[in-house]
Nanobody
Framework: QVQLVESGGGLVQPGGSLRLACAAS????????MRWYRQSPGKERELVATITSAGGTTTYADSVKGRFAISRDNAKNTVYLQMNDLKPEDTAVYYC???????WGQGTQVTVSS
């Protein structure tokens, strides 16, 4: 019943920007802290960003700090990841997840290449 649908990925040149979205359903979205993860082939899954249930506090991995911004719209049951100044090492499949759950979406592919 829980559904998480990531979107917004694509192919972008270094220095470009993308905005990812994760549309949630099947649970009370506004009660849960949310997270963005990413995973590249042959690499461990990495926690990219977190946001508290009301959106008041955010955290970021050192590798994306200053370039990425997580936000949420509880009225739309959606969490976003704004990604600026993208680098080739940001290439990965990006996933969202509620902190307290084990449910994952299908992910959205981000490829940064010239």
């Amino acid at each position: 019943q829980v559904q998480l649908v990531e979107s917004g990925g694509g192919l972008v040149q270094p220095g470009g920007s993308l905005r990812l979205a994760c549309a949630a359903s099947g649970f009370t979205f506004s009660r849960y802290a949310m997270r963005w993860y990413r995973q590249s082939p042959g690499k461990e899954r990495e926690l990219v960003a977190t946001i508290t249930s009301a959106g008041g506090t955010t955290t970021y991995a050192d590798s994306v700090k200053g370039r990425f911004a997580i936000s949420r719209d509880n009225a739309k049951n959606t969490v976003y990841l704004q990604m600026n100044d993208l680098k080739p090492e940001d290439t990965a499949v990006y996933y969202c997840k509620a902190r307290e759950s084990a449910y994952w979406g299908q992910g959205t592919q981000v490829t940064v290449s010239s």
